[in-house]
């Protein structure tokens, strides 16, 4: 259990416009830190008002990027209560992407506690409108300072919270995604299954070059044959191919969404099936030729269910449902927001309530 010392801010913020939140634009007004050193361990918990941190410029995290990130969100129900969704996956994911990174862990139960009390401290920063919620970013990044290449000895944990809206400017409406075919996120034995800011450094290019070309986002290919699907830049991707569900298989290369999984449980257990494998683009493209694509869908904390309406693969395009939102999706949609909003019961018993 950590010790947390909380010192409020003196000069709170207006609160922003709920009609015109964007996406992790506007923050609020604490921020949790805690410091690593080696040989004493995570110290000094504290939340404390939001603000810069002073760091040197030859800061280890500025030259070698050793950090690592985390995305969660806190929801407002209509009787008021706060509540987080299934923090405890994200404290888990948290420590798989330490382990790569040679970050020294936090344990989960320090994790949700720390995420718990800063949504505590900063509650009536939760939105009350439909459709935000409280994106919340937990981040360590290495602070050695010096520019030798090795695992630093001091590491700062940092938890930062944005109102936010929709993570794409067409909210639920289908978006248009690009399948990369020169670039590559992630390769066998590299950092594509953790979330380390390298990963997103190095996908910035290719969604640069999909954006001027009216796309959101691009569909990455595995890294060594260029012809497997892995994930989009935010999210998860899914396949409904004649009425099967189909999502990459987790092979070290793609981040194992905690949207994707929960996707594939409320799907099981609706009676779908749900298959998790390699499957290329090459069938993608057969599958919608044979009018087969019934839907392709994203999945993310940031973009919650995603439909897409239009994927280009070199000169082939595929509408998808009309560009419309498609059954499962909808039906996905649905139910993921009903058990975070608290508008429909949680079977799953995924909800965690901020008290
Ligand atoms: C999330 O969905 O929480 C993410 O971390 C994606 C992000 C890069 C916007």
Same mark, same amino acid.
């Given at each position: 259990?950590?010790?947390?010392?909380?010192?409020?801010?003196?000069?709170?913020?207006?609160?922003?416009?709920?009609?015109?939140?964007?996406? %992790?634009?506007?923050?609020?007004?604490?921020? #949790? =830190?805690?410091?690593?050193?080696? &040989?004493? *361990?995570? +110290?000094?918990?504290?939340?404390?008002?939001?603000?810069?941190?002073?760091?040197?410029?030859?800061?280890?995290?500025?030259?070698?990027?050793?950090?690592?990130?985390?995305?969660?969100?806190?929801?407002?129900?209509?009787?008021?209560?706060?509540?987080?969704?299934?923090?405890?996956?994200?404290?888990?994911?948290?420590?798989?992407?330490?382990?790569?990174?040679?970050?020294?862990?936090?344990?989960?139960?320090?994790?949700?506690?720390?995420?718990?009390?800063?949504?505590?401290?900063?509650?009536?920063?939760?939105?009350?409108?439909? %459709?935000?919620?409280?994106?919340?970013?937990? #981040? =360590?990044?290495?602070?050695?300072? &010096?520019? *030798?290449? +090795?695992?630093?000895?001091?590491?700062?944990?940092?938890?930062?919270?944005?109102?936010?809206?929709?993570?794409?400017?067409?909210?639920?409406?289908?978006?248009?995604?690009?399948?990369?075919?020169?670039?590559?996120?992630?390769?066998?034995?590299?950092?594509?299954?953790?979330?380390?800011?390298?990963?997103?450094?190095?996908?910035?290019?290719?969604?640069?070059?999909?954006?001027?070309?009216?796309?959101?986002?691009?569909?990455?290919?595995?890294?060594?044959?260029?012809?497997?699907?892995?994930?989009?830049?935010?999210?998860?991707?899914?396949?409904?191919?004649?009425?099967?569900?189909?999502?990459?298989?987790?092979?070290?290369?793609?981040?194992?969404?905690?949207?994707?999984?929960?996707?594939?449980?409320?799907?099981?257990?609706?009676?779908?099936?749900?298959?998790?494998?390699?499957?290329?683009?090459?069938?993608?493209?057969?599958?919608?030729?044979?009018?087969?694509?019934?839907?392709?869908?994203?999945?993310?904390?940031?973009?919650?269910?995603?439909?897409?309406?239009?994927?280009?693969?070199?000169?082939?395009?595929?509408?998808?449902?009309?560009?419309?939102?498609?059954?499962?999706?909808?039906?996905?949609?649905?139910?993921?927001?009903?058990?975070?909003?608290?508008?429909?019961?949680?079977?799953?018993?995924?909800?965690?309530?901020?008290?």
């Amino acid at each position: 259990m950590l010790d947390i010392k909380i010192t409020r801010t003196t000069a709170p913020k207006a609160k922003p416009d709920e009609s015109n939140l964007g996406f %992790g634009k506007k923050f609020t007004d604490h921020m #949790f =830190v805690m410091d690593y050193t080696e &040989g004493e *361990g995570w +110290h000094d918990a504290r939340i404390v008002p939001y603000g810069p941190f002073e760091l040197d410029p030859a800061t280890v995290v500025f030259h070698y990027a050793q950090e690592i990130f985390e995305g969660m969100k806190a929801y407002r129900t209509a009787d008021d209560t706060i509540q987080l969704f299934r923090p405890d996956c994200n404290a888990k994911r948290f420590q798989d992407s330490a382990d790569r990174l040679c970050i020294p862990k936090i344990p989960v139960e320090d994790y949700i506690q720390a995420v718990e009390t800063l949504v505590d401290v900063d509650r009536d920063w939760v939105p009350h409108s439909d %459709g935000a919620s409280l994106y919340i970013r937990p #981040f =360590v990044f290495a602070n050695d300072v &010096g520019l *030798g290449v +090795h695992a630093s000895k001091h590491y700062i944990f940092c938890i930062i919270c944005a109102p936010s809206g929709a993570y794409y400017a067409e909210g639920i409406n289908p978006v248009r995604i690009y399948v990369e075919d020169e670039y590559i996120r992630a390769a066998p034995g590299l950092t594509g299954f953790t979330k380390c800011g390298g990963n997103y450094a190095a996908s910035i290019k290719a969604g640069e070059l999909a954006e001027e070309q009216g796309y959101a986002q691009v569909l990455w290919l595995d890294g060594v044959e260029r012809k497997y699907v892995e994930e989009v830049g935010s999210m998860n991707i899914f396949f409904v191919i004649d009425g099967e569900i189909i999502t990459p298989a987790l092979t070290g290369s793609v981040l194992s969404g905690i949207t994707r999984k929960s996707a594939i449980e409320i799907c099981r257990s609706k009676g779908y099936t749900v298959t998790e494998r390699k499957i290329t683009i090459q069938e993608v493209a057969e599958a919608y030729d044979a009018g087969k694509l019934d839907e392709v869908f994203g999945t993310g904390t940031a973009a919650v269910i995603s439909p897409v309406g239009h994927l280009k693969w070199e000169d082939k395009i595929m509408e998808i449902n009309d560009n419309k939102i498609g059954q499962i999706s909808q039906m996905l949609y649905d139910t993921m927001t009903g058990i975070q909003w608290g508008k429909i019961p949680d079977e799953f018993g995924w909800t965690v309530e901020v008290k």
